[in-house]
């Protein structure tokens, strides 16, 4: 009986935080798309300092950070970019993150209260950061499609028109056009032979308005 009565005094208390927060997500939803017009966000979406083109679509509870987004590509559901240059007509599916972040491997130890003063523990353990690069910008190209639970590490580049599949690990540079998969990631095949890829490439056809490209295929 006690046990009833106590969980009726707490729910009012429950109710008022769900409030708050849907209060919350509300407000940043309605943030987004004023600072960001010309893009389709979906809700939950967390975003940083970014810059993005136009049509865009950001779908449901994804977080990008420090990033730029250009014109015509899509990011699937709860991912995560960070510290990345994407180029137009990406496809990048849900569940996919990329730029990761490092930790020192020289030090004696990898954990954060050992290099960062202000961490996610809050244990103020060292004077000073140790300095380290801990994020490297991830460059991907044009017409760029990865796949599903992906994952990109820092300071890679993947070329124009590359294809990454579901579950691959990117630990190397992609070529251009180039299909890779694996753990860590490999190349499979390229999509077309080299002279096509070079024409491709030396065409810039992403530069181009849509009934320019239209025509042009």
């Not at 990329?98 to 130890?109: A, Q, R, V, Y």
């Not at 251009?176 to 030396?202: H, S, T």
Request: net charge positive; hydrophobic share 40%; aromatic share 8%.
């Amino acid at each position: 009986m006690k046990s009833k009565l106590f969980r009726l005094l707490l729910l009012p208390f429950g109710l008022l935080n769900k409030v708050i927060q849907i209060s919350k997500d509300g407000s940043r939803d309605l943030h987004n798309k004023l600072r960001f017009k010309d893009v389709k966000i979906d809700k939950g979406i967390c975003i940083d300092e970014n810059k993005m083109g136009k049509n865009i679509h950001i779908l449901a509870n994804t977080i990008i950070n420090n990033s730029f987004i250009d014109s015509f590509t899509y990011v699937g559901k709860n991912g995560v970019v960070q510290n990345a240059q994407i180029g137009k007509f990406c496809s990048i599916a849900n569940d996919v993150c990329i730029g990761t972040g490092k930790h020192p491997l020289d030090n004696f130890s990898t954990a954060t209260i050992f290099y960062r003063k202000n961490n996610t523990l809050n244990i103020d353990l060292i004077e000073q950061d140790i300095f380290f690069e801990e994020y490297e910008t991830v460059t991907i190209g044009h017409d760029v499609w990865i796949g599903t639970r992906a994952i990109v590490l820092d300071g890679i580049t993947v070329g124009n028109g590359a294809v990454i599949a579901a579950n691959s690990v990117v630990t190397k540079d992609v070529p251009p056009y180039a299909i890779v998969a694996g753990v860590p990631a490999k190349i499979i095949k390229y999509r077309f032979n080299d002279d096509k890829i070079n024409k491709l490439n030396d065409s810039k056809w992403w530069e181009l308005d849509l009934n320019e490209i239209k025509q042009k295929n």
